[in-house]
Every structure is written in structure tokens, then in C-alpha cells.
């Protein structure tokens, strides 16, 4: 199986340590597109208009200007460097060895700036999202999805992806509707049904770090939903132009 996560707006930045090596990283096909990527920030983030373009407000300046000093800043596991809802509730820091272990194969973030990283992979913190206007034609999803594309598409022949992140990530890469299964949320109060986004990224955590502990190996969206109703109730849509969708329905009434 290979998990997709999204990355975090919210990141811890490293307090020391060495500079990101972009050699090091997972995925050396994609060096050219991330250092191109870190010179359009970078330009971006030392433009009079950079707050718009980055869609921040004023007090996040300080991120900002850190994008354009990005090759000298510290760096750090990239499981470290991103916090927030899913990260937390995925609790990296408590899973098992083996659970870690595990990750690393099977656990790929798909990022605006990296175009995708495996948790061990050393980044500094940053300020972009998938949102910003920093791609030089079209949105930063489809000017990395001609890089992503061969890519993933090559690491995840043959598995079955479990897609966790949200929508503007997911259009970054697309992989083949008949071995994905996307992870959605809904509540059910009242006999109403409605989609939770900010909880659904705390049970995506949830869900990545159940499959990881256990060890499970689901082949099949059908294999993965039944692995998963052990913990939640789930529903499964079958895949058609888009991926089968595994819902996890919170009832509330």
C-alpha cells in the first residue's frame, strides 16, 4: 500500500542543523523541479506583493521572508517539520519501530514546494501552499503534476493508494481510479449528512496510523474497508472515472 498525505500549513522549524540537500531527498527525478520551485518562492517572497500571492496575512511576514534563505536555513525529518490535525493524530513520534519502519516505504507527503517526500526526507520549514500564485504559468497542482505523474505513478505500480490529502493536493497527481481508495469524513446528526473537513483530517491521521501499526497490507479498496470497519463505520463507492471513495461516517444523533 502507499499512503498519500498532505503536508501541513502549520510546520515546526528545525531550532539547528545542517541545510536540505536536494540530492538527498526521495525522488532525485524531481531535483530540477524543486530547485526551480525554490527560485520561484523565493523571488515570490521577496516581491512587494508577496503576502497576496502567497495568500497570507501580515503576521505570518516572518515566514515569508524565512522562503528566501530556504537553502540555508535548518532542516529536519519532514515527519517533524509538519504539525497540525492529521499530524497529530497520526502521532509519529509513538508509533512503533516497526510502525516507523513501515512508514518510510509506505508513506509519501505530497507538497507545493518538494512535489512529494517520504517522512525521513530533511526540509526547513516553509510558507506555501498548493493555493499560492507562484507557479510561472497555471496553478502550482498543474505545474506539478507533469513532474508528479511519472513519478509516483512508477513508486506506486502494483499497490494499492490510499489517498489522505485534501483536494487541492490530490490534484497535484491523480493516480489510476481502480487502485485508489480516497478517505473522506462525513457526519451524520439529525438523519443529515455533512462534510467535516476538519475532522476528516484528524481521522486520515487516524486511519494512517491504524494501518501502519497493525501492519496491514490491504490490496483492494473492498480488502481496505473491511480492514477499517474494525474501527469506524465505513462506506465504500465504488471507483469510476474518479477513485473508489472510503467514507468514514461519525453518527452523531
Known amino acids: 500500500m502507499l499512503i498519500l498525505l498532505p503536508p501541513s500549513e502549520s510546520k515546526t522549524a528545525p531550532d539547528a542543523g545542517s541545510p536540505a540537500d536536494l540530492l538527498d531527498l526521495?525522488?532525485?527525478?524531481?531535483?530540477?523541479?524543486?530547485?526551480?520551485?525554490?527560485?520561484?518562492?523565493?523571488?515570490?517572497?521577496?516581491s512587494d506583493d508577496a503576502l497576496d500571492r502567497l495568500k497570507v496575512g501580515a503576521s505570518l511576514r516572518g515566514e515569508v521572508d524565512r522562503n528566501t534563505r530556504l537553502s540555508r536555513e535548518p532542516a529536519a525529518p519532514a515527519i517533524s517539520v509538519y504539525t497540525g490535525v492529521l499530524y497529530d493524530a497520526l502521532g509519529y513520534s509513538t508509533l512503533s519501530e516497526e510502525?516507523?519502519?513501515?512508514?518510510?516505504?509506505?508513506?509519501?507527503?505530497?507538497?507545493?514546494?518538494?512535489g512529494a517526500v517520504r517522512p525521513a526526507d530533511r526540509i526547513p520549514a516553509y510558507r506555501l501552499s498548493m493555493g499560492a500564485?507562484?507557479?510561472?504559468?497555471?496553478?502550482?497542482?498543474?505545474?506539478?503534476?507533469g513532474e508528479l505523474s511519472p513519478v509516483l505513478g512508477d513508486y506506486g505500480r502494483d499497490q494499492l493508494i490510499i489517498d489522505c490529502r485534501s483536494s487541492s493536493y490530490a490534484a497535484a497527481w491523480k493516480p489510476e481510479p481502480s487502485s485508489t481508495a480516497a478517505i473522506r469524513v462525513e457526519r451524520l446528526k439529525d438523519g443529515r449528512r455533512q462534510v467535516v473537513s476538519h475532522m476528516a483530517k484528524h481521522y486520515r491521521g487516524e486511519v494512517a496510523r491504524y494501518l501502519l501499526e497493525t501492519g496491514a497490507d490491504p490490496a483492494t479498496p473492498e480488502e481496505l474497508a473491511e480492514i477499517l470497519r474494525s474501527q469506524w463505520e465505513v462506506e465504500l463507492s465504488p471507483a469510476g472515472k474518479g477513485p473508489a471513495e472510503l467514507t468514514i461516517v461519525l453518527r452523531e444523533d
Open 133 to 145: 500564485k507562484v507557479a510561472q504559468k497555471g496553478t502550482l497542482a498543474s505545474w506539478w503534476k
Open 26 to 46: 526521495s525522488f532525485p527525478q524531481l531535483t530540477e523541479a524543486r530547485e526551480a520551485m525554490l527560485g520561484h518562492l523565493a523571488d515570490v517572497s521577496a
Open 99 to 114: 510502525a516507523r519502519e513501515r512508514a518510510e516505504g509506505s508513506v509519501v507527503i505530497v507538497s507545493a514546494l518538494w
